[in-house]
């Protein structure tokens, strides 16, 4: 076994068991961890792929910032675990339904009819001075310009829908308007009282 296969199963024994334990653990602040791990070895598994700028965009957007953000929202909030589990085994049988059938889609797409050796052989070997980064930048506006444009739109939309939805109002919740803060001046705000002395 050469070393390179060796390290191909090691990160993929570990992501799979790390996958794994991102669904069975009962605490979420560990699920998100074992998400990490998760990440971390699919980036070994690009770099393997000699795709090292997805690995490293993979390894600082989701670890680095998505999955940081989410495990301290999941810190700070108060999740009542008993509460969440209540009707999980109402669910259980659509749940493994809607799960057996992605895995006759993923076994009859991922097949070797659409992804074995034949269908899709080894690439050629990269010559001298050859730059991933440069290559895929090149086809990602070029010949995938108005697909990365779309889902950047997509992104967009998502991104003002979340912001609409945080800021809907709430009974019993004080606001703050800021054009009213800005437009505070002295006089509004501050008043000069002039009393006489007091003496005993």
Known sequence: MEFKTFVF???????????LRVITVRNPVHAALFLVLTFFNAGGIWLLLQAEFLAITLVMV?????MVLF???????????????????????VGALVGILMLIEMVMV???????LDAMPVPPAAQEGFSNTRELGRV?????????ELASLVLLVAMVAAVALTLRKRKGIKYINPSDQVAVRREGRVELVKMPAEKE
Do not use: K
Request: hydrophobic share 55%; charged share 15%; net charge negative.
């Open 71 to 93: 495990l301290f929202v999941v810190m700070m909030l108060d999740i009542n675990l008993d509460r969440i589990r209540e009707g999980f085994w109402s669910y259980l049988p």
């Open 110 to 116: 991922l097949g070797g009819r659409y992804f074995g």
């Open 9 to 19: 199963y090691f990160l993929a024994v570990i992501m799979v068991f790390a996958a």
């Open 140 to 148: 990602l506006y070029t010949d995938y310009v108005y697909p990365f």
């Open 62 to 66: 989701y670890v680095g910032a998505v």
